[in-house]
Structures are given as C-alpha cells and as structure tokens.
C-alpha cells in the first residue's frame, strides 16, 4: 500500500533507520544547509529538525537523499522495479486465449486508479486562515550564504492552462519576500511558465490563482518533479505510481484542487504583468544562479494539517538530494524514452554534469549516422532538449561506468568529424551560454565508425583475454600465494 501521507512515511523511515530526529536548536538560516549538505555526502539519513530557530514548526529535509529511500518512498525494493512496470505497460500486447486475457485484468484494474479523485475535505483542512496568517511563522530556509533571501525550496506549484483547463504540477522554487509574498520562479520552458503565457495572452489584466502544496504523500511529492509532457497530469502519473487514486480538495479561494494529505497549502494568486527581481539563488549547479524578474506570488490564504511539517530540500554542490531525485527519473523515464527510440539501451546523467551537462547514450547502432539520429531524437525531447553534452556509444560501452565511457569514447572520436554542435533552447540555470535560455548543444558520436559513414580505415578490437587463459590463471594465482584480487 502506498504511503497515505507524509508523517506515514516519516513512521516508515524511522522504522527502517533513515531518519534522524535533531531534537536541539538548529537555526535555518544557513546551519540546516550545512547539516544536509553534510548528511548527503556522507550516506546519512534524512533529517527532521524538531526545534528550528525562530518557528514552532519542524522541519524535515532529504527524504529523497538515497536510492534507498527513493525505493521505499515509491514503495519497491529498486526503482528499477517501477521502469519494468511502465516498460511492461508501453509494451504491453494484444492476449491470445483466455488465460492471457484473464492476466492482463489486474493490470487494467491498476490504470483504473490512475485518475485523481475529487474529495470534499482533507487533513490540509483541518486549519483554515483566511486572515491571520504570516510566512514568517514557516522555518523557511535561508540556504547559502549569497542567496538573496529565504526560498521556499520544495513547493508543489499548482496552476491551469487557461485554455484547456488541465492541471499542471512542478516544483518551482519561491524568494519570500514578505509575509504573504513570495517569487514564483518558473522558469521560461516550464509548463507553469506556459499557462502564465496563455494569460498574458487573453490581454486583459488577469488574476492568475495558483495554489502551493508543502509536505504531501512522498509519490506525490516525487511527481511533481517528473518531466512529464505538457498537458499531462503529474497528479496522474502519482496515480499510477501509488496503484492508487491522489485524493484532491478544492481550494477555499479557487476552483485549484491541492492534494487532500498535504501539510501546509498556500493558496494565492499571480497577477499577469507584475514582475520583481528574484535571487540570486544557490542552485543545483552548484553556483549562484542569477538574479532576474520572475513573477510575484500573493498568499490569499493558507490552511494546514494540526501541527504541520514543513518540508524543505537543499541543492548546491553535487551531489545533493536532487541528484537522487534525478537517477531515479533517469531510471523511470529510460521505457518511455524507448518507446521513441528503441535502439537506446540505456542512458546515464552523471552528478557532475547536473542532468543537463551531459547525457551518456548507448544504441544498438543499425545504419549510418545512427548516433546524431539518437542525439537529434533527444534534443526534441521535452526537457531533454536541455541536454548541453550527448555522448553516444555502443551497446556494449556501460554508460553507468563513466569511466569506461570516458576511457571508450576518447579512443573513438575524431573530434572534427564526430563532434556536432548545434543551436537551441538552453536550460535557463545555463551561466555559460551567449544568451539566457538560448545556445549552443554538442553532440559526440563516440561509435565505431562504419565504412558506410566514410570510415575507410580498419576498426581495432578491444584488448580482451581469454576466458580459458583467466581460468588458468585463477587457479595459480592462488599457488602462487598472491591475494585472490576481484575484476
Ligand atoms: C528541488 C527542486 C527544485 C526545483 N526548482 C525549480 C525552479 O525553481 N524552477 C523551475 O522551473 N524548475 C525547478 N525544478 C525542476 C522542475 O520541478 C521540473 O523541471 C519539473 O518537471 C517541472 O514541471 P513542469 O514540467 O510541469 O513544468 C526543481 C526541481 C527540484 C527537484
Ligand atoms: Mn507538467
């Protein structure tokens, strides 16, 4: 059964030794950062931090912060299981005889719980202020020492396209500026951003509502993040994760629907046209992002559960939090990245690289110019159009083993010939590209190269020894008295 709330799942990573309680004073302004930074790099559990400096609320922080507690948010043992059962979904085939047909029921029952469902109340109910309310009483974080203030860095931003009506979901960081305002930093290429758009549009001034969810069930917390297409729900995608509808409760000032286990709701609204400067922030680049205008958030109203729990992560230096959060999307994402391009095996974004620096790609290569297909087929991929660096290699390179790849790839490449650049849309955290949002993307073709791409030289093997001669040797290494060494 999926976690009905974020306090069962707290139970749970208590239970299994992957949360630390922190019962003294700890001040937000900057400590909590260090206590995070520390805890991820070294393994350590997630953290709770039951009397922050300055606010009677707890804050928790890393719970995403490790494969393993990624696998228990989303309920398995490996996320791994999760990409089999969207691999086994997309590819899912037409039953012959009944017993198949009979096998597949379960699996269709399971897509009938995708839906969100409307409820009429919820624990973000149990208080409701209308009036008397201040983000200043929220442990707020104020992360590193050159940020331009406090960030509310874990918000589940809700929204509508003002055309379609459909929901969209992201987390999108927000600067407090004062008790009832914050920044709203979706940035330009976000779904957020789009529906901001599509108001500005409509001409008149408007008044944007979009509610922010803090704490809610962890598989709802981690869809957020999901780079789904536009126009689907990530409250969906939560559903299908959960086997299990997301319950969802009508906002008291807007037609906006919030999950009904959130902690804290800050429902409020944007006002098309009215920018304010926003950062600089310290980013999960690993430097300070910029300053620049971003929209401006007015709370209108905040509900939450009794004694609520305000969750926060910290990014900064890789690897951090988001890295884990990242693998396993990478992870989740790689079947339906397939079903596009069934020749990728498999793809890896090393911490270094910040998921968009560098994207790893092995293929099964069939025709000439197979690996700048694959680079082009990735850069028309929703957010993996951000991808600044694609290697392309082998099937039998292990994109997971960046060494081996660096070790392969540098072989293989004449840089003139197999290095491609091109021009497009750029992660807006780019620091390096001629102009915000906009520069330039290169891809290696680091395969073998064929004679059909005008390779007319011949190919060298890579130096392998013979099984039988390692069997040999096995054997007299241990004669010979010297360590048994593992390969
Ligand atoms: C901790 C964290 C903070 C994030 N902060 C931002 C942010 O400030 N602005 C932004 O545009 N995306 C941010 N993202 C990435 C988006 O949440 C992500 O791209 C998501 O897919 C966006 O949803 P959308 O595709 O529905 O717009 C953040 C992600 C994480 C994990
Ligand atoms: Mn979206």
Redesign the pocket.
């Known amino acids: 059964m999926p976690f009905d709330d974020l306090r069962s799942f707290i139970h749970a990573l208590e239970k299994e030794g992957e949360l630390k309680r922190i019962r003294f004073e700890v001040d937000p302004y900057l400590e909590i950062t260090e206590f995070a930074d520390r805890s991820v790099k070294n393994q350590g559990p997630a953290l709770l931090f039951e009397k922050p400096k300055g606010s009677k609320i707890p804050v928790l922080i890393n719970i995403f912060a490790s494969m393993r507690r990624i696998a228990l948010a989303l309920g398995v043992e490996d996320v791994e299981e999760v990409a089999t059962r969207i691999a086994e979904l997309v590819q899912m085939e037409r039953p012959e005889g009944l017993l198949e047909k009979l096998k597949l029921l379960p699996r269709l029952a399971e897509l009938n719980a995708i839906f969100p469902k409307s409820v009429r109340s919820g624990p973000c109910k149990e208080v409701i202020r209308r009036q008397n309310f201040s983000l200043d009483e929220f442990p707020i974080l104020h992360c590193w020492p050159g940020d331009a203030g406090r960030f509310i ?2 918000p589940l931003v809700f929204s509508k396209d003002p055309e379609s009506g459909k929901r ?6 927000m600067q407090v500026f004062d008790g009832r305002t914050t920044g709203m ?3 330009k290429h ?3 951003a789009e529906h901001y758009r599509r108001a500005a549009a409509q001409g008149r001034p408007v008044r944007m509502p979009v509610a922010v969810a803090i704490g809610a069930d962890p598989i709802t917390m981690f869809s ?5 297409p536009p126009n689907v729900d ?1 409250m969906m995608f939560a559903g299908f994760l959960r086997r299990k509808p997301v319950e969802m409760v009508r906002c008291e000032t807007s037609d906006l629907e919030v999950p009904a286990n959130a902690e804290i709701v800050l429902e409020g609204h944007v006002n098309v046209g009215e920018l304010r400067r926003e950062g600089p922030f310290g980013d ?1 680049t690993g430097f300070y992002s910029l300053d620049d205008d971003y929209p401006v958030f007015h709370v209108d109203c905040i509900t939450h559960r009794k004694h609520p729990i305000y969750t926060a ?1 910290i ?1 900064g230096p890789p690897p951090m939090e ?1 890295f884990y ?1 990242g693998k396993a999307i990478e992870r989740i994402f790689l079947p339906l990245m397939r079903m596009q391009m069934p020749e990728i095996r498999d793809i890896c974004m090393p911490a270094e690289g910040i998921f968009h620096n560098l994207m790893l790609v092995s293929i099964r290569k069939s025709y000439p110019g197979h690996a700048r297909k694959v680079m082009h087929g990735i850069w028309g991929l929703g ?1 993996a159009m951000f991808s600044k660096c694609i290697i392309v290699v082998d099937e039998e390179v292990d994109v997971q083993n960046v060494r081996e790849v660096a070790w392969k790839a540098l072989n293989n490449i004449d840089p003139e010939r197999d290095i491609e650049f091109v021009h497009g849309p750029i992660d ?1 955290l780019d620091h390096a590209s001629r102009a915000p949002h906009y520069g330039s993307k290169m891809g290696i073709d680091a395969t073998a190269k064929w004679p059909s791409e005008g390779f007319t030289r011949r190919w060298p093997e890579v130096i392998r020894m013979s099984k039988e001669v390692m069997q040999r040797v096995d054997a007299l290494w241990k004669r010979a008295g010297l360590e048994r060494q593992s390969s």
């Open positions: 860095t874990f969209n979901c992201g987390v999108y960081r930093h979706w940035q976000k779904h957020g957020a993040v999901l780079p789904l990530e999960h992560t990014v988001d959060i957010q807006a």
